[in-house]
């Protein structure tokens, strides 16, 4: 599957800029599989459910209707595009993304997306899970001070009382619940091709990126 590009990688990685320039260059679709999953936790949030009731998520997952428009995602016909970006929709997404019913209930809808061709398609799990068949497989890291540094930069407008050490501690945990789930967990593979962005801007990271395809 040379026409999907998977690029895996923490928070703060970069990997969602690097990813829609990516698609963009090649005049690929982007799917942000983590999008998918902030929208499962907006509306679980929404509906006041227990993020930890099998049958409360499932009951999301049948009901919930996740549109794409460019860069703009909707849910249920409303606009949440901002909304699921906030640092509480963030943990909240990490939560219920280790809950096996949503994974199962969100698999085929990202299958379905990638086997269209022509996708770089980014995540935790895109080239371990969803996608292992895929023969361009990328994993995006960066010392945990720059992630957190990226992550506090984005969110310090937004999210008032926010600061770098907080958001460093976050990320923390986040790793450790992405890393350490029972299910489809964060990791590297041997066929995936690491790049560190600690030191690299955008545009040298999808040159990288565009020297090892394949």
Do not use: C, H
């Not at 976050?170 to 029972?182: A, T």
């Amino acid at each position: 599957m040379k026409n999907i590009i998977t690029i895996d990688g923490p928070s703060g990685s970069g990997k969602g800029t690097v990813s829609r320039l990516l698609a963009k260059k090649l005049g690929y679709k982007y799917l942000d599989t983590g999008a998918l999953y902030r929208a499962v936790a907006w509306k679980v949030k929404r509906e006041k459910a227990d993020p930890d009731n099998e049958d409360s998520l499932n009951e999301i997952l049948k009901n919930i209707n996740i549109d794409f428009r460019g860069d703009m995602i909707f849910i249920d016909g409303a606009d949440v595009t901002s909304e699921i970006r906030t640092n509480e929709i963030g943990e909240l997404s990490s939560r219920v993304s280790a809950r096996p019913e949503v994974r199962a209930g969100l698999f085929s809808m990202q299958r379905e997306s990638g086997l269209q061709g022509k996708v770089v398609i980014e995540g935790r799990d895109t080239g371990t899970a969803i996608f292992p068949e895929a023969e361009n497989k990328f994993f995006l890291d960066a010392t945990l001070e720059e992630r957190a540094r990226r992550r506090f930069e984005e969110l310090k407008d937004r999210t008032p009382g926010i600061s770098l050490e907080k958001t460093i501690e976050d990320i923390k945990k986040r790793d450790l619940r992405d890393s350490s789930r029972e299910n489809s967990p964060l990791m590297k593979t041997k066929d995936m091709i690491y790049i560190d962005s600690t030191n690299l801007n955008i545009e040298e990271v999808v040159a990288e990126i565009l020297k090892n395809l394949r």
